[in-house]
Protein backbone atom coordinates (compact mmCIF):
# COMPACT_ATOMS: atom_id res chain seq x y z
CA UNK A 1 0.00 0.00 0.00
CA UNK A 2 1.24 3.31 -0.59
CA UNK A 3 0.60 6.35 1.78
CA UNK A 4 0.38 10.15 1.41
CA UNK A 5 3.34 9.97 4.07
CA UNK A 6 5.33 8.03 6.02
CA UNK A 7 7.20 8.69 9.00
CA UNK A 8 10.26 7.35 10.01
CA UNK A 9 10.59 7.17 13.98
CA UNK A 10 7.68 6.66 16.37
CA UNK A 11 8.73 8.73 19.39
CA UNK A 12 6.92 11.69 20.36
CA UNK A 13 7.68 13.42 17.70
CA UNK A 14 6.57 11.18 14.78
CA UNK A 15 3.53 10.41 16.50
CA UNK A 16 2.83 14.00 17.04
CA UNK A 17 3.20 14.68 13.44
CA UNK A 18 1.87 11.38 12.37
CA UNK A 19 -1.69 12.95 14.74
CA UNK A 20 -1.65 16.45 13.34
CA UNK A 21 -0.67 15.33 9.73
CA UNK A 22 -4.27 12.35 10.11
CA UNK A 23 -6.30 15.27 10.95
CA UNK A 24 -5.74 17.02 7.85
CA UNK A 25 -6.66 14.12 5.61
CA UNK A 26 -3.37 13.23 5.01
CA UNK A 27 -3.15 9.02 5.13
CA UNK A 28 0.20 8.30 7.13
CA UNK A 29 2.45 5.06 8.12
CA UNK A 30 4.46 5.08 10.98
CA UNK A 31 7.70 2.78 11.12
CA UNK A 32 9.20 2.29 14.64
CA UNK A 33 12.39 -0.12 15.14
CA UNK A 34 10.73 -0.72 18.29
CA UNK A 35 7.21 -0.49 19.71
CA UNK A 36 6.78 3.50 19.15
CA UNK A 37 7.20 5.36 22.23
CA UNK A 38 9.67 3.55 23.90
CA UNK A 39 13.13 4.68 23.58
CA UNK A 40 14.33 8.61 24.52
CA UNK A 41 10.28 9.67 24.49
CA UNK A 42 9.75 7.48 27.23
CA UNK A 43 12.52 8.46 29.52
CA UNK A 44 11.96 12.16 29.13
CA UNK A 45 11.58 14.10 31.85
CA UNK A 46 8.36 15.51 29.82
CA UNK A 47 9.91 19.33 31.05
CA UNK A 48 8.39 22.38 29.12
CA UNK A 49 9.87 25.34 29.66
CA UNK A 50 8.11 28.75 29.03
CA UNK A 51 8.19 31.41 26.60
CA UNK A 52 8.04 34.73 25.60
CA UNK A 53 6.77 35.23 21.66
CA UNK A 54 7.22 39.32 22.57
CA UNK A 55 11.12 38.81 22.72
CA UNK A 56 13.27 37.64 20.21
CA UNK A 57 16.66 36.35 21.28
CA UNK A 58 17.34 33.90 18.55
CA UNK A 59 15.61 30.38 16.53
CA UNK A 60 15.60 28.38 20.01
CA UNK A 61 13.82 30.84 22.11
CA UNK A 62 11.70 31.61 19.25
CA UNK A 63 10.56 28.02 18.66
CA UNK A 64 10.26 27.62 22.60
CA UNK A 65 8.02 30.41 23.03
CA UNK A 66 6.02 28.62 19.81
CA UNK A 67 5.48 25.77 21.26
CA UNK A 68 4.65 26.91 25.16
CA UNK A 69 1.89 28.62 23.20
CA UNK A 70 0.48 25.70 21.93
CA UNK A 71 0.36 23.05 24.35
CA UNK A 72 -2.69 23.91 26.50
CA UNK A 73 -4.92 23.49 22.76
CA UNK A 74 -2.82 20.87 21.45
CA UNK A 75 -3.05 18.66 24.23
CA UNK A 76 -6.88 19.24 24.70
CA UNK A 77 -7.39 18.38 21.32
CA UNK A 78 -5.09 15.32 22.07
CA UNK A 79 -7.50 14.21 25.05
CA UNK A 80 -10.35 14.79 22.78
CA UNK A 81 -9.08 12.41 20.13
CA UNK A 82 -7.71 9.59 22.57
CA UNK A 83 -9.59 10.09 25.92
CA UNK A 84 -6.35 9.99 27.78
CA UNK A 85 -4.94 12.45 29.54
CA UNK A 86 -1.45 13.04 28.91
CA UNK A 87 -0.41 14.60 32.50
CA UNK A 88 0.04 18.03 31.49
CA UNK A 89 -0.21 20.33 34.24
CA UNK A 90 0.74 24.30 34.36
CA UNK A 91 2.85 22.93 37.13
CA UNK A 92 5.07 25.97 37.94
CA UNK A 93 8.86 24.34 38.73
CA UNK A 94 11.19 24.82 41.13
CA UNK A 95 15.21 25.45 39.24
CA UNK A 96 17.93 24.61 42.61
CA UNK A 97 21.81 25.00 42.13
CA UNK A 98 24.39 24.54 44.23
CA UNK A 99 26.38 27.91 43.31
CA UNK A 100 24.20 31.38 43.84
CA UNK A 101 25.81 32.28 40.96
CA UNK A 102 24.06 29.90 38.38
CA UNK A 103 20.81 30.57 39.72
CA UNK A 104 21.67 34.69 39.25
CA UNK A 105 22.80 33.87 36.18
CA UNK A 106 19.44 31.71 35.56
CA UNK A 107 16.95 34.63 36.77
CA UNK A 108 18.67 36.72 34.09
CA UNK A 109 18.15 34.48 31.56
CA UNK A 110 14.41 34.49 32.40
CA UNK A 111 14.70 38.46 32.76
CA UNK A 112 16.12 38.77 29.08
CA UNK A 113 13.08 36.92 27.73
CA UNK A 114 10.62 38.64 30.63
CA UNK A 115 9.38 35.67 32.29
CA UNK A 116 8.56 36.02 35.99
CA UNK A 117 10.32 34.22 37.92
CA UNK A 118 10.86 34.55 42.25
CA UNK A 119 13.42 33.98 44.55
CA UNK A 120 12.89 31.31 47.41
CA UNK A 121 14.51 31.30 50.47
CA UNK A 122 15.15 29.55 53.72
CA UNK A 123 11.84 27.17 54.43
CA UNK A 124 10.15 29.25 51.38
CA UNK A 125 12.03 26.22 49.38
CA UNK A 126 10.63 23.49 51.56
CA UNK A 127 6.74 24.89 51.33
CA UNK A 128 6.64 24.76 47.66
CA UNK A 129 8.82 21.80 47.11
CA UNK A 130 8.65 19.82 50.05
CA UNK A 131 11.16 16.99 48.81
CA UNK A 132 14.34 19.40 48.37
CA UNK A 133 16.71 18.81 51.09
CA UNK A 134 16.35 21.79 54.24
CA UNK A 135 20.49 22.48 53.22
CA UNK A 136 18.58 24.02 50.09
CA UNK A 137 18.56 27.67 50.96
CA UNK A 138 17.29 29.05 48.26
CA UNK A 139 16.30 28.63 44.85
CA UNK A 140 13.99 29.72 41.94
CA UNK A 141 10.11 29.45 41.44
CA UNK A 142 9.45 29.64 37.96
CA UNK A 143 5.28 29.59 37.66
CA UNK A 144 4.93 29.52 34.10
CA UNK A 145 6.67 26.54 33.96
CA UNK A 146 4.37 23.16 32.41
CA UNK A 147 5.43 19.56 31.98
CA UNK A 148 3.75 16.54 30.62
CA UNK A 149 3.84 12.80 31.98
CA UNK A 150 5.69 11.00 29.08
CA UNK A 151 4.38 7.53 28.70
CA UNK A 152 0.62 9.11 29.83
CA UNK A 153 1.16 11.36 26.50
CA UNK A 154 2.83 8.34 24.37
CA UNK A 155 -0.38 6.82 25.00
CA UNK A 156 -2.25 9.53 24.18
CA UNK A 157 -1.01 9.84 20.80
CA UNK A 158 -0.98 6.30 20.41
CA UNK A 159 -4.58 6.25 20.55
CA UNK A 160 -5.52 9.11 18.85
CA UNK A 161 -3.22 8.06 15.78
CA UNK A 162 -4.86 4.39 16.08
CA UNK A 163 -8.33 6.20 16.22
CA UNK A 164 -7.55 8.96 13.24
CA UNK A 165 -6.74 5.49 10.58
CA UNK A 166 -2.77 5.92 10.85
CA UNK A 167 -0.76 2.76 9.95
CA UNK A 168 1.72 1.65 12.83
CA UNK A 169 4.36 -0.65 11.90
CA UNK A 170 6.68 -1.44 14.94
CA UNK A 171 9.76 -3.73 15.21
CA UNK A 172 10.74 -2.61 11.86
CA UNK A 173 13.79 -0.80 11.49
CA UNK A 174 13.84 0.97 8.15
CA UNK A 175 17.51 0.25 6.77
CA UNK A 176 17.85 2.06 3.66
CA UNK A 177 16.06 4.93 1.68
CA UNK A 178 15.72 3.82 -2.23
CA UNK A 179 16.69 7.84 -4.10
CA UNK A 180 16.22 8.06 -7.22
CA UNK A 181 17.30 11.35 -8.85
CA UNK A 182 17.50 13.00 -6.14
CA UNK A 183 14.51 11.95 -5.10
CA UNK A 184 13.23 9.30 -2.27
CA UNK A 185 11.18 6.44 -4.01
CA UNK A 186 10.49 4.15 -1.10
CA UNK A 187 11.83 2.95 2.12
CA UNK A 188 13.33 -0.30 2.78
CA UNK A 189 12.38 -2.21 6.02
CA UNK A 190 14.29 -4.52 8.13
CA UNK A 191 13.49 -8.31 5.98
CA UNK A 192 13.63 -6.35 2.90
CA UNK A 193 9.98 -4.99 2.65
CA UNK A 194 9.89 -1.84 0.76
CA UNK A 195 7.09 0.63 1.13
CA UNK A 196 6.42 3.83 -0.52
CA UNK A 197 5.00 7.43 -0.46
CA UNK A 198 4.49 10.61 -1.68
CA UNK A 199 6.79 12.40 1.07
CA UNK A 200 8.86 11.15 3.87
CA UNK A 201 9.40 12.62 7.70
Given at each position: MNWDVIVVGGGVI?????WELSRH?????????QQPGREASWAGAGLLPPGNLEVDLG???RLRAFSAALWREWVAGLFDASGVDSGYRESGA???ADEEVSLTDTAAAYADERIAVHWLRGREVQRIEKGLAPEIGQALW????????NPHHLRALHVACARAGVAI?????AVRWDVERGRIRSVELAGGERIAAERYV
Open positions: GLSVAGVSVCVVDRPEQVEVVPSFCQVRIPDRA
